[in-house]
């Protein structure tokens, strides 16, 4: 199994409170990926990096930051979190060289609650 | 944007029986990839097809890619109660080199 670990693993907060997830690997892979996944919607990608401080937004990147100052750790932060940001995330690595086709690796998610 | 259909959403069947689930959509992948995932996990990559009308076996688990690069299918034999979990395709459509998902087929096998 690729080592990816995310923490925390469950999150209860209320809404207008800031929330950082995170996500540490020990693979070296140079991509990181950070996804949601609700009910009819599958998995959307929000922010992903593909390099120390090089990050790139997703689809669904409103009311989410991220950094990544080392290459093992990602950091998703909810600024001011919102009911609608009630979902699991995932954190997901790739190697980066070869994009086509490209494998994924995911890790085992944060359920987030925003009450 | 590019939409990934998959059909059925939910199937439930009988041990022993065999079982197709379809990824479709209007665009031409460039490639497409088939995952598994199980409750409180994440996805786990099960198979990539990047050549149109490519078959690739996976023991009872069989993927075909489009001639036309528009669909996929997986197909199950003798499906076994460790199939149950959520089936979900991902492609890469030309242009667009990030992945996009589908909302996943979930399948629960029935001993």
């Known amino acids: 199994d690729a080592g990816i670990t995310q923490s925390p693993r469950h999150k209860v907060t209320e809404t207008g409170t800031p929330v950082t997830l995170r996500c540490h690997q020990t693979?070296?892979?140079?991509?990181m990926y950070w996804y949601r996944q609700d009910p009819g919607h599958g998995l959307r990608l929000i922010h992903y990096?593909?390099?120390?401080?090089?990050?790139d937004k997703g689809e669904v990147s409103d009311g989410y930051s991220v950094s990544r100052s080392k290459t093992e750790d990602f950091l998703l932060t909810l600024e001011s979190a919102t009911s609608s940001q009630t979902s699991v995330y995932f954190c997901?690595?790739?190697?980066?060289?070869?994009?086509?086709?490209?494998?994924?690796?995911f890790g085992s998610g944060t359920q987030l609650s925003v009450l | 944007t590019q939409l990934l259909e998959q059909s059925p959403q939910f199937l439930s069947i009988q041990e022993g029986e065999n079982l197709t689930v379809y990824c479709n959509s209007s665009?031409?992948?460039?490639?497409l990839q088939w995952y598994r995932q199980e409750p409180g996990e994440g996805p786990v990559l099960l198979v990539t097809?990047?050549?149109?009308?490519e078959v690739k076996k996976l023991k009872r688990l069989t993927f075909q890619f489009g001639d036309a690069r528009k669909d996929s299918s997986l197909h199950i034999t003798a499906a076994q109660p460790g199939d149950t979990g959520l089936y979900l395709c991902?492609?890469?459509?030309?242009?667009?080199?990030?992945?996009?998902f589908g909302t996943g087929t979930r399948l629960t096998i029935i001993p």
């Open positions: 997901a690595i790739s190697e980066g060289f070869n994009r086509k086709g490209e494998k994924l690796f």
């Open positions: 693979e070296n892979h140079r991509y």
């Open positions: 990096s593909y390099g120390v401080k090089d990050t």
């Open positions: 665009s031409v992948f460039s490639s």
């Open positions: 097809v990047v050549t149109g009308g």
């Open positions: 991902a492609g890469e459509f030309f242009g667009n080199e990030k992945l996009t």
